[in-house]
C-alpha cells in the first residue's frame, strides 16, 4: 500500500486551524497545510509547483483538501489535476477530516462517505428543537 500524504489548502489561516485541530483531537502529525492568500507575495501556483515537485505518485497517494468549491485555492487544484495525479475534495470540515484520518478510508470508501451528506452542515435549532422544544425559547 502506498504512504498517504496529506495537504489542506484554504483561504487565510483555516488551513493552520484545521491542522492544529486535527492533531489535537486525532493526533494526525505530518500534514501540510497552506493558509493562502495571507501575504502579498503569495502565488497560488507556484504553491501548486511546490507541492506537486514534492509529490511522487509511484510511492505515494496525495490527498489534497481545499476549503470553497468554485474558490481560487480550489480551481487552481482542479487546473493542476490535468497534469498530475492526486485526489482533491473539497468542501472540507474538521469532522471530514479526523474521520479521513481515523479510518483512513480506501478512495471509493471516501467517496461513498462524501455522498451520504455525513459531513455536511446542519442547522441544529431545527434539528434539536423538534426533539427537545427547545426552539420555543429562541
Do not use: W
Request: net charge negative; proline share 1%.
Amino acid at each position: 500500500m502506498k504512504e498517504r500524504r496529506t495537504v489542506i489548502a484554504t483561504h487565510g489561516t483555516l488551513a493552520e486551524g484545521f491542522r492544529s485541530a486535527l492533531s489535537i483531537i486525532a493526533g494526525a502529525d505530518g500534514v501540510e497545510a497552506y493558509n493562502c492568500y495571507t501575504t502579498e507575495d503569495f502565488n497560488l501556483q507556484s504553491t501548486i509547483d511546490q507541492i506537486m515537485k514534492k509529490h511522487d505518485p509511484e510511492t505515494e497517494e496525495l490527498f489534497v483538501f481545499t476549503d470553497l468549491f468554485g474558490g481560487s485555492v480550489n480551481n487552481g487544484f482542479v487546473k493542476a489535476l490535468q497534469d498530475y495525479r492526486f485526489h482533491l475534495i473539497t468542501n472540507t470540515s474538521l469532522g471530514l477530516l479526523i474521520d479521513f484520518h481515523l479510518t483512513q478510508p480506501e478512495v471509493e470508501t471516501l467517496k461513498a462517505k462524501l455522498l451520504t451528506n455525513e459531513f455536511n452542515a446542519v442547522y441544529c435549532n431545527d434539528l434539536i428543537g423538534s426533539m427537545s422544544g427547545i426552539e420555543e425559547d429562541l
